[in-house]
């Protein structure tokens, strides 16, 4: 029987486990689906799944506005907040909290901004509405997360129920199944505290049985980063924070470094000044909340005070609960293990630990290093501009630009290049021959899916492939490959996008291969933001980056105007400008060959890509760790 169409009642759906929910939520609420309701999805994944079933709904992609705003104010408010003389209590023995906190506030208010948009615009298209039904998430949040992972969760809950609850609607949050994750818990923390047993073990193997080295390095990042410069240090050890790169380094190499592997929470101090602080803090947190300004936080009309004072609840109870014995542990553990080096993956992170360890090095006289690990952006609601180390290994001399012009001054960008794109050098000196006999092999870079993050959400994923999609059909004797990042995002629900709008065109998916060997069988690669775009240049590969939503052509044309001003690539904002780049590209092998040399020459002018960063590296940490900085 056909559901009734009302917008009495207006039921959103923001995951595809919601189109099973909503019919059992329908059954125990009869009095709705007689009164009539409308659907409404907000997510392409949810609608696929409601279009097999043949379920009548209204597509959610026409109530977001199309405008940066909600990534630009995203950045904007956390700093009027941090930046400002009124939090400077929020410190702790030379620890900025504020600083600590700066990324996942961000992130959870560009999630937030980007809802309350969406709740804003359903408000005023339906002003007959009298009742939302939002649907909570199908997952719980995870037994150890990053800060403010379970207000992420709830947002599209809190958004939509602020909002409505604002224009006097009722708002309805069915309760939900207990989620899985709950009931295997405990399986998850037996396994845990048996790996730490065993690793436990093997530290005092190693710490007995093999001699101290000249370099110290206390480090939180992947031995796959690490490896790259760790192998040309003449004697280095290595303490590494995160037990489970046990598994990724091997004995051999665990042998080789005396490595051991320590979480903070090993290292127990003493609370002296702990519980003074605690107090300080939830003082001034008070006193801040019985003077706040509600108009600092409107959006689209509505005051998010509410909202955002609800997470800063979060981020002082955090602080006062955990944040300020891992800072005082923090500093007992390099104390005790007297580090010559801390080199952290990022501090430009969610992740608490690796903003709290470069503070606290800086605090003892002990250098702290980050190495640019991807493709940052400097634009308006960056998520880069906050480095926390001392200093930044920078890929080149145009980053390090950037980032001055930008205002990261707290780190100090040093050019070594990047020792894990090394081998591409060795790529660049081989002869760049046509990837297939004949015909064309487009590589496409799949973007990953973040709804109100600076990823695109489903609705520009699907633009994105659709765009692709509909610039190669044009094209004789054309095939691409798709590549996806390792693990899974959404994969069923891209798979199937993908081969409904590349029917008839030959396609390939490829997930695990490393980019390294996909770059010299392609003739052409189309890239969203992504540090791919820069392997592509290194391998000689004509490159477009295709920016369609307005938050991916802000970033986009931020940080490539300059490479297409010099040549070296090209840029598309439109499906209709992506169309013509790839027919030029596709059918002129100069043209192919002419950009390529230019992306070359461009990489060499304002990047360090030699193939000897790596040795550089461990010069420069050598160097640092016998005081000469």
């Not at 998010?304 to 800072?327: H, N, S, W």
């Not at 000897?612 to 900085?629: I, M, Q, T, Y």
Request: hydrophobic fraction near 45%; aromatic fraction near 10%; charge should be positive.
């Amino acid at each position: 029987m056909p559901q009734k169409q009302h917008e009495r009642n207006i039921l959103l759906l923001t995951e595809a486990e919601h189109a099973d929910f909503y019919k059992v939520f329908l059954d125990a609420n009869p009095s709705i689906a007689e009164e009539g309701f409308l659907l409404i999805s907000l997510d392409a994944e949810t609608e696929q799944v409601l279009s097999k079933r043949g379920i009548e709904f209204v597509s959610g992609r026409n109530y977001r506005t199309p405008d940066t705003s909600f990534c630009v104010l995203s950045e904007e408010w956390p700093a009027a907040l941090f930046e400002s003389k009124e939090w400077d209590f929020f410190t702790y023995r030379g620890v900025s909290l504020g600083q600590l906190y700066f990324l996942p506030l961000q992130s959870y208010l560009s999630h937030l901004l980007y809802y309350v948009d969406i709740a804003a615009n359903l408000v005023a298209r339906h002003p007959s509405a009298g009742r939302f039904v939002v649907f909570p998430p199908a997952k719980a949040a995870p037994p150890r997360g990053s800060t403010l992972i379970a207000q992420k969760m709830s947002v599209v809950v809190d958004a939509v129920s602020h909002v409505a609850a604002h224009s006097g609607k009722e708002v309805l949050v069915p309760a939900m199944p207990t989620p899985m994750s709950q009931k295997l818990a405990l399986p998850f923390f037996f396994k845990r505290a048996l790996f730490g047993f065993a690793i436990g073990v093997m530290n005092i193997v190693i710490s007995a049985a093999s001699r101290p080295r000249s370099v110290r390095i206390l480090a939180s990042d992947y031995w796959k980063n690490l490896s790259p410069y760790v192998k040309n240090i003449d004697s280095a050890e290595i303490i590494l924070i995160d037990r489970t790169e046990a598994l990724n380094a091997g004995l051999k190499n665990i042998w080789k470094y005396r490595m051991r592997f320590l979480h903070i929470s090993a290292f127990c101090a003493a609370a002296t000044a702990r519980k003074a602080a605690q107090e300080r803090i939830a003082r001034e947190w008070r006193s801040v909340t019985e003077k706040g300004d509600a108009g600092r936080f409107m959006f689209r009309g509505v005051s998010l005070q509410p909202l955002v004072f609800r997470a800063l609840d979060g981020i002082v109870e955090e602080v006062t609960a955990k944040i300020l014995k891992d800072i005082d542990d923090t500093h007992a553990m390099l104390e005790k293990l007297k580090p010559g080096i801390v080199a952290l993956r990022s501090t430009v992170s969610a992740q608490t630990h690796f903003v709290i360890l470069a503070h606290v090095a800086r605090a003892q006289g002990i250098p702290s290093v980050e190495m640019q690990h991807g493709l940052e952006y400097y634009g308006p609601g960056s998520v880069s501009k906050r480095h926390r180390a001392e200093f930044t290994a920078v890929y080149g001399p145009l980053t390090k630009k950037q980032m001055q012009e930008a205002g990261d001054t707290q780190t100090t960008p040093v050019v070594i290049g990047s020792p894990r794109f090394d081998a591409y050098a060795a790529a660049r000196e081989a002869p760049v021959g046509r990837a297939r006999e004949s015909g064309v092999s487009i590589l496409c870079i799949a973007p990953a899916i973040d709804p109100g993050g600076d990823s695109p959400d489903s609705y520009d994923a699907l633009d994105y492939y659709s765009a692709i999609a509909s610039a190669v059909k044009k094209i004789p004797d054309v095939s691409v490959v798709i590549k996806f990042r390792p693990g899974p995002d959404r994969d069923p629900f891209v798979r199937a996008i993908l081969a409904s709008l590349f029917e008839g065109v030959p396609y390939a998916i490829a997930q695990r291969e490393p980019l390294s060997e996909l770059y010299p069988r392609s003739d052409i690669v189309v890239s969203c933001y992504s540090t791919a775009a820069i392997e592509a240049l290194q391998c000689g590969k004509p490159l477009i980056y295709l920016g369609l939503s307005p938050v991916q052509a802000l970033m986009g044309k931020h940080h490539f105007s300059y490479y297409v001003q010099q040549g070296a690539m090209h840029i598309a904002d439109t499906k209709e400008a992506l169309a013509e780049i790839v027919r030029t590209l596709s059918g002129s092998p100069d043209a192919r060959k002419d950009l390529s040399r230019r992306a070359l020459q461009f990489l060499k002018q304002e990047y360090l890509f030699d193939g000897n960063a790596g040795k550089r590296a461990a010069r420069w940490l050598e160097s640092l760790a016998a005081g000469r900085r």
